[in-house]
């Protein structure tokens, strides 16, 4: 299932943003979340994508972070997520473990 996430994962927006990704917790296999539209990611918003990533564990599922911009990569990489790298021909995408 692929998602994308429109605004700023940032204290003020956190229960707009976690409404939003907790309505796709139900499925099955990879969820693909697009942060290409995400400006700014704060420590709310870094801890609200590591609880959404192990909802998703729980239920048998993982996440991959897709289009995050440089400085929302910088952001994560201040956090103790176990991150991976996928390289693609048409995209760079991370695969989020868990915190």
Known sequence: ???????DLTRPHMARARAELWSHL???GLLFLDLGEVEEV????????????RELE?????LRLTG???PVRQTLDLFPFEIRE???SSTKE???YRI
């Open 58 to 62: 729980k239920r048998g599922r993982a």
């Open 94 to 96: 991370s695969l989020l």
């Open 42 to 53: 704060d420590s709310a918003g870094a801890a609200l994508l590591s609880l959404f990533g």
């Open 68 to 70: 995050a911009s440089d």
């Open 86 to 88: 996928v390289e693609s």
């Open 26 to 28: 139900e499925g099955e």
């Open 1 to 7: 299932m692929n998602i994308s996430y429109v605004g």
